[in-house]
């Protein structure tokens, strides 16, 4: 009823008749005027300029009162990150006198900018990584010193990222990207831009144990964790081999915009972007060793979200399908005999088949979350169930691309390892147990179920525990996909969230299945940001 402004009414029960254990109400209403807003007030905001706030709100002065555009306006102002939705204050204040009502947001602004440096050793030597995540970027004052905050301009809303990682010798891996979620000012139809360069040098090959590589899990596996004390057969320094290398660089400019139907929780977003790819000797990809590729792609996602907040999330879902399309290059090539050069598997003919990448890649991904105790409350369990599933086609059955491939198994984190693929994680199990070399993931499917329980939920600090129930595979072709042909694995975790660090956690889990040879057994596994 105060969807329709009636703020202001009455509302009595009347018992008519009490038969038995049973009893007829009739609700009898006094309409008062409906409730016009007269003032959005927003307290406690220190961080974004005032109006970067107020777009995303749905109630606005002069509007009738409606319950559930203030419920959204809320979780609005949780998604931006800026503020801690334990603490938001938001009521309604009624003037009955002349038919009006104040809107009060108070809130309580919380850190939101993100620092990783982090250091490790690897079977490579020390590897270093650092990584800058401003989410309060104001991109048309980065000229105008006066307006900084600090050491950057800030007040827009806008996303800024910059990153590096390098183990010198072996790899380093440059990124920048920047994101408007509101470009323009006026309506929320959001910009981003990204762009990246790597360079990978390969391990001699008498570094490791041949013997190894026999077992069928190969480079692929060696990288996800299985090497050993016995393939160190010479020092670091003789690991490196100058001679293999990968070289990646790549652009991508992206347009999105918030969708009225079905309703406007939906969005759409387009992106087109190129990359390139030079290979020297590497061995590491079943399809192609050497020589330079390109690829000019397509993406198209269409995307639901409805979440209330996205560090402990209570309740709604996320559903997203994206589908990124190539040109048919082969096409525009020419009279060519693909098979031929496909069966000639030479460096040649392989320079040809793959001068440009084409390709076709879906995946539907979503997530739910059920509250199994009071949804309003600080200590809420929550029931989160995940379904998803990818595709990586090709138009002509000569051409499978090399890259974009999935790989499928672990923790889910990505690293110079993966090769240009895309990284799954399946908890319970090696990383990238699924898709060794010579088994590249061209298919896979994962479901899962996970329940949440909250340990702390501040302003400062988040966290949580989680147990979970987890199933998917990997398939080498498109046609041998089989959704519900799955390896399961269960296990809990722990996840801590810190405004400075994002979000982090380690998980133990159990593999109950034997995959190409090996059992999953027990794993454990770090987790570093969020996943979707």
Known sequence: ????????????????????????????MIEGPKATINNVIING?????EKVIRRELFVKPGELFNKQDLIRSAREIAQTGHFDPENMDIRPEPNAENGTVDIIFDLESKANDQIEVSFGWGQTGLIGKLALKFTNFSIKNLFNPGSYKGLIPQGE???????????AKYYQSYAISFLDPWFGGKRPNSLSISAWYSRQTGINSSFYNRRWMNSGYGYGGMWGGYLGNDYYQSTIED????????????INVGIGKRLHWPDDAFTFQAEIGYQWYYLKNWDYLYYMNNGTSNSIVLGLTLARQSIDQPLYTRRGSIFSVNLQLTPPASLFSGKKDWEKLYKENTVESKKQLYRWIEYWKLRIKSRTYTPLTDP????????MTRADFGLLGSYNKWLKSPFETFYVGGDGMSGSYT?????????????????PWTKEGYAYSRVGVELHFPFMLSASTTIYGLTFLEAGNAWTDVKSFSPFDLKRSAGAGVRIYLPMVGMMGIDWAYGFDTVFGRKGGSQFHFILGQEF
């Open 419 to 435: 090769y240009a693929t895309e990284t799954i994680g399946l908890r319970g199990y090696e990383n990238g147990q699924f898709t």
């Open 1 to 28: 009823y105060m969807d329709q402004g009636y703020l202001f009414y009455q509302l009595i029960p009347i018992e008519k008749n009490v038969h038995g254990d049973s009893i007829a109400l009739e609700m009898r």
């Open 157 to 167: 809303g806008q996303t800024f990222t910059i990153s590096a990682q390098t183990n």
């Open 239 to 250: 690991a490196y081999d100058p001679n293999k290398v990968l070289q990646m660089v790549g």
């Open 376 to 383: 309003d409350g600080k200590w809420t369990l929550v029931l």
């Open 45 to 49: 905001n220190d961080r974004l300029y």
